[in-house]
């Protein structure tokens, strides 16, 4: 099983990124897909997750209407499309996947990517 990330990079406040998950080694259409963040000396934290289907979505009220999670299960690729980006969404970007349904919880996670670094400059 393996999540890959990739995307992640350096962008000024205000602007934009696409955070990219592509997954291998289970059946990626039955599995919801979170997106967590870490910033530096805090906790890891889910900011998204998509359902299996791609029909339900759910964010983190800090990043609600400027996140946009989707996936494309025919590339078995999850996508986070973040627009105005603020400073504090600095951190690294994982993608996790859910054993059974959208939880948010780390633990509930059964396999992770590992994390591509978004900086955001002020």
């Known amino acids: 099983v393996q999540l890959v990330e990739s995307g992640g990079g350096l962008v000024q406040a205000g602007g934009s990124l696409r955070l990219s998950c592509a997954a291998s080694g289970f059946i990626f259409d039955d599995i919801p897909i979170g997106w967590f963040r870490q910033a530096p000396g805090k906790e890891r934290e889910g900011i998204s997750c998509?359902?299996?289907?791609?029909?339900?979505?759910n964010y983190l009220d800090s990043v609600k209407g400027r996140f946009t999670a989707s996936r494309d299960n025919a590339k078995n690729t999850v996508y986070l499309q973040m627009n105005s980006l603020k400073p504090e969404d600095t951190a690294v970007y994982y993608c996790?996947?859910?054993?059974?349904?959208?939880?948010?919880?780390?633990?509930?996670?059964?396999?992770w990517g590992q994390g591509t670094q978004v900086i955001v400059s002020s």
């Open positions: 996790g996947a859910e054993r059974n349904f959208c939880s948010g919880y780390v633990p509930s996670i059964e396999y």
């Open positions: 998509i359902s299996s289907s791609g029909g339900n979505t």
